[in-house]
């Protein structure tokens, strides 16, 4: 049985709440709606932040900065930035990156990759960042099941997280299992 610390449990209230309001904003959009969809898509991804164990390498100082990165252009990254900025997590102050290659990944903790990043270039990165200790958040119809730890799938008005465990247990990421209770758990 996994004992959790009681900060853990405020943080959950925390993301379920921000879910909430979340989806509150997004559930009253239309399709034409992708400012609030990314709003919402950037709350998700920072609140993920709570609710993932890195391996030690990942973060081999206490206060090193638990950075979110995007691969090309996406609509997320101006809510994502604002999202993160000043924000910390336990010590690790939250940063963002913006990758001109999902190469550049070194450093970053999460890695989005975005509905207009080309199928043909995140699918055959996917193997070699999941044993980074990277964890790789797409908005793709088939990401999480194609080897993608994360997925939000936008369905309608609302937005699914879809988990690949085996893709996060490569990657030596544990996810937490209030996490996992609000996701659909996708196999490769």
Request: aromatic share 6%; with cysteine; charged share 20%.
């Amino acid at each position: 049985m996994l004992l959790l610390p009681p900060m853990y449990f405020r943080s959950h209230r925390r993301f379920g709440t921000a879910l909430l309001c979340a989806g509150l904003l997004f559930s009253g959009t239309d399709r034409g709606g992708a400012v609030e969809e990314y709003q919402l898509k950037a709350a998700m991804v920072y609140n993920l932040a709570r609710f993932v164990e890195w391996p030690p390498e990942a973060l081999k100082s206490p206060v090193d900065p638990i950075t979110i990165c995007v691969a090309g252009d996406s609509p997320i990254e101006g809510p994502l930035q604002q999202a993160v900025s000043g924000k910390v997590l336990e010590e690790h102050r939250m940063a963002f990156k913006h990758l001109t290659d999902p190469r550049q990944a070194a450093g970053c903790q999460i890695l989005f990759f975005s509905a207009s990043t080309a199928r043909g270039k995140w699918r055959p990165m996917l193997a070699d960042l999941n044993t980074t200790g990277v964890l790789t958040v797409g908005e793709a119809e088939r990401f999480a099941s194609e080897g993608g730890m994360v997925n939000l799938k936008t369905d309608g008005a609302r937005i699914q997280i879809q988990v690949n465990l085996a893709a996060a247990e490569q990657g030596r990421l544990r996810i937490s299992s209030k996490l996992l209770n609000l996701a659909e758990i996708v196999k490769r």
